[in-house]
């Protein structure tokens, strides 16, 4: 997905392919971010919306759930939970440290930071409070 995005902007801003630019380049330039980014940082702001809602909601219990029974066998297939419970065991978090974040209106934002290609991006999360959220029109 990110290759079509990265590809739609070469050609808005007519690059042709013998140019050699960066997608960190072409991104500042289109003021775009990583799509990954984006989908970890909403991902993470419908986790913070659903674990605050009242319980016994389908959603919140659904995070919670935990399959009976036998499993097939293999590898265990990667669910949407368990790449949320990768990503905040990157993070040195627990689930229920994560559910205690929630429920204290805690907004946590993903930014990556590069050191080389050779390493792996690092995830840092970054804790905002908002003081007055009366404010704001939705």
Not at 5 to 10: E, Y
Not at 43 to 54: A, C, E, N, P, Q
Not at 61 to 87: C, F, I, M, S, Y
Request: proline share 6%.
């Amino acid at each position: 997905m990110q290759l079509f995005i990265n590809r739609c902007l070469w050609k808005i801003l007519q690059i042709r392919w013998p140019d050699t630019i960066r997608n960190e380049a072409v991104w500042e330039r289109t003021g775009q971010k990583p799509l990954e980014r984006q989908i970890k940082k909403r991902k993470w702001s419908w986790i913070g919306h659903t674990l605050r809602k009242t319980p016994g909601i389908t959603e919140k219990d659904a995070l919670d759930w935990n399959p009976q029974g036998k499993r097939k066998r293999g590898q265990p297939k990667k669910t949407w939970r368990r790449t949320v419970e990768e990503e905040a065991r990157d993070q040195r978090k627990r689930w229920q440290e994560v559910k205690a974040l929630a429920k204290n209106r805690v907004y946590t934002d993903h930014t990556h930071s590069v050191t080389s290609q050779n390493t792996p991006p690092v995830c840092i999360i970054i804790i905002i409070t908002r003081p007055d959220l009366s404010s704001i029109n939705c």
